[in-house]
């Protein structure tokens, strides 16, 4: 599903990452952790092909991201969900508007749009939410809202960044216990985060980097 070959990214003379080897299956849930400034979010963008590689080959469903034309790549992107570290919700849009935007984008039909909406807000249990904006929000309803936005489309792999960093214990333990029901949904999972929390007992694939390196791989 995403293989990863050899990557290099840098930015200027900022070395972001070196020689980066991975695979993750379908249907994996996997975790990207290291300490800030890490690689992390620069790995997750990479995967979602909003940045390239400066060295290597990065493969989605056997297609080559590093060689497909733009069009393409929209396309593919529209396979992938992602959950931004700061939501990237529009303020003036209430939260229906909001996850709907997804689907409008694509052209589906309205009525359509107005069911799969419905049933997202449903899963995340934001119903008696949608006409809210979302500066009338809690920070897990806002995660959640986001959450909700990056799986309308039925994407074949959620990646999130961060998806816990600003919320507490609790609301951490609802968001992650969705993340596993949508994994359990036959969606690939590939969540960065650097809280030693999140990955306690959790049974699932670690990928650790430093400093812009693979340094270890653990299932805890
Ligand atoms: N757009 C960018 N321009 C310049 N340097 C960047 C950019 N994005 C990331 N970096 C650098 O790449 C390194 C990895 O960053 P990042 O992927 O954001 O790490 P993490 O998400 O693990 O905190 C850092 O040194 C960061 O400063
Ligand atoms: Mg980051």
């Known amino acids: 599903m995403i293989q990863i070959f050899s990557v290099s990214k840098s930015f200027g003379g900022n070395i972001a990452l070196k020689d980066i080897s991975l695979r993750v299956r379908q249907g994996e849930f996997v975790f990207i952790t290291g300490p800030s400034g890490a690689g992390k979010t620069t790995l997750l963008r990479l995967i979602f092909g909003t940045e390239k590689p400066t060295g290597g080959q990065i493969l989605i469903n056997k297609i080559n991201l590093t060689r497909i034309k733009r069009l393409k790549l929209d396309m593919l992107r529209r396979k992938i969900g992602f959950v ?3 939501f990237k919700l529009i303020n003036t849009r209430t939260v229906f508007q909001n996850v709907a935007l ?3 984008i694509t052209g589906e039909r309205s009525t359509i ?13 934001l119903e008696k939410k949608e006409n809210a904006y979302p500066l009338q ?3 897990g309803e806002q995660q959640r809202v986001a959450i909700a936005r990056a799986i309308i489309n039925d994407p074949l792999i959620l990646i999130a960044d ?3 960093g600003n919320l507490d214990p609790d609301i951490t333990k609802e968001i992650m216990l969705l993340f596993r029901s949508i994994n359990l949904r036959g969606t690939t999972l590939v969540i ?3 809280s030693r ?3 306690e007992d959790t049974g699932q694939r670690i990928v ?7 340094v270890d791989e653990i299932v805890a």
């Open 84 to 86: 931004f570290q700061d």
């Open 102 to 104: 997804a689907l409008e």
């Open 192 to 194: 960065a985060t650097h």
């Open 162 to 164: 961060e998806p816990t």
């Open 137 to 139: 929000l809690s920070g």
């Open 113 to 125: 749009i107005r069911k799969k909406t419905h049933q997202a807000l449903r899963a995340l249990g």
């Open 197 to 199: 929390e999140l990955l």
């Open 208 to 214: 650790v980097l430093n400093q812009g390196r693979i």
